[in-house]
């Protein structure tokens, strides 16, 4: 039987990336909550992706796993930095752009704030990537539980 290993740190780095994205959205979308319906479900929903996101972090973090369950978990992770790289371009757009701004800059970019964030197709854009993107983590998360010492299935059924 092969050695066990760790997971990569660039699968994790997409994890932490993932994580950052979440906190960074539901950061943006918290001073509107409450404000509209679609934004309430939107940051639960993203809520939920964090705590997920955090904890298969740190399972990932404390144990290794057979040769073949580590391909599997690192697979349905790397599946996850597209959702992640589309969901923080859409953070970027709602965030203050860096360096000096003229004055008309920064009155089209408070506009655009303002309006951007409540446009339905933004709502369910973001909600469409993070359901998406619940199937791989979803995956990686069972994969990564059924390994652990009390586990469904024993470590040694899997190799």
Request: proline fraction near 5%; aromatic fraction near 6%.
């Amino acid at each position: 039987m092969a050695d066990p290993l760790s997971i990569s740190a660039s699968v994790l780095g997409i994890v932490s990336f993932g994580i950052q994205v979440c906190q960074g959205l539901t950061q943006y979308y918290s001073s509107f909550k409450g404000f509209h319906e679609s934004v309430d479900s939107m940051m639960a929903t993203l809520a939920e992706q964090e705590k997920n996101l955090a904890l298969l972090q740190n399972i990932l973090q404390r144990h290794k796993y057979p040769p073949d369950v580590a391909a599997r978990i690192e697979q349905a992770i790397t599946a996850l930095q597209k959702p992640y790289k589309e969901l923080d371009g859409k953070l970027q757009k709602l965030r203050q752009p860096e360096g000096e701004v003229g004055a008309w800059e920064t009155i089209k970019l408070k506009m655009r704030r303002t309006a951007h964030p409540f446009r339905e197709s933004t709502l369910k854009d973001i909600r469409t990537v993070i359901s998406e993107s619940m199937a791989n983590l979803t995956t990686a998360l069972h994969l990564s539980q059924m390994c652990e010492p009390h586990g469904l299935i024993p470590c040694r059924s899997l190799c």
